[in-house]
């Protein structure tokens, strides 16, 4: 009896991950260029209770006066690290209402972890090279930056209808962020859904301080 109860629940999860289905987001600009760093969230229609992912630290570079990388999606309860491996300071802040700090760090050092407690936008910058900005997301919810080649995959989505939504910093002031309703099917066929996006010039200059009245 135990061998055929183990055969069902092995032929019962096999079949629910059949069932699962892959939404293919697709992101470009009004030249139709592929567009990086955009992030996509996914939110179903009828939300289910998921079991929240464990905590863990992520870092945020400093190198050739750039933040690497430019946006970053975090969980809440994640912690992240700010490690200059410049051979100038860094002054790092944000006056994010989602997240508060600041940190003076010279060449070779890092920040102590920062805990990203609550959702929400946070804005990073240098107060010395104004041309670093970077960007944390921290959400709950299923989210993904795109890479260089403009697509975010999600993989296992139970069938239904979710709310696409991108965001990207370079958006236009004033424009509405992206959404559209996709409906993700059953079985191994992809679902597609495409956004082109109107962007402002990326605002990363040059601009340095480093040797002004500081």
């Keep these: ?46 939300p289910s209770t998921e079991p929240s992912p464990s905590a863990v630290t992520r870092y945020v570079d400093q190198r050739d006066e750039t933040f690497i990388p430019y946006v970053q999606v975090v969980h809440p309860g994640d912690r992240v690290v700010f490690r200059n491996s410049d051979g100038t300071r860094h002054h790092v802040y944000s006056f994010s209402e989602a997240k508060a700090f600041e940190f003076l760090l010279r060449p070779g050092e890092s920040s102590p972890p920062l805990t990203l407690d609550k959702p929400g936008l946070v804005a990073v910058g240098c107060n010395i090279h104004d041309h670093m900005i970077a960007y944390l997301l921290i959400t709950s919810g ?53 956004f082109t996006l109107s962007l402002i010039p990326d605002p990363r200059g040059f601009t340095d301080r480093e040797h002004l009245d500081y």
């Design 142 to 194: 299923r989210a993904k930056v795109t890479p260089s080649q403009g697509q975010a995959v999600f993989e296992q989505l139970p069938p239904g209808s979710y709310t696409v939504t991108v965001w990207h910093p370079q958006l236009r002031p004033g424009q509405a962020q992206p959404s559209q309703v996709a409906v993700v099917g059953e079985g191994t066929q992809a679902q597609h859904a495409d």
């Design 1 to 46: 009896m135990r061998w055929r109860l183990l055969l069902a629940c092995l032929l019962a999860g096999c079949a629910g991950a059949s069932w699962a289905g892959q939404l293919v987001v697709r992101v470009s600009d009004s030249d139709g260029h592929a567009v990086g760093d955009a992030v996509v969230t996914v939110t179903p229609a009828n």
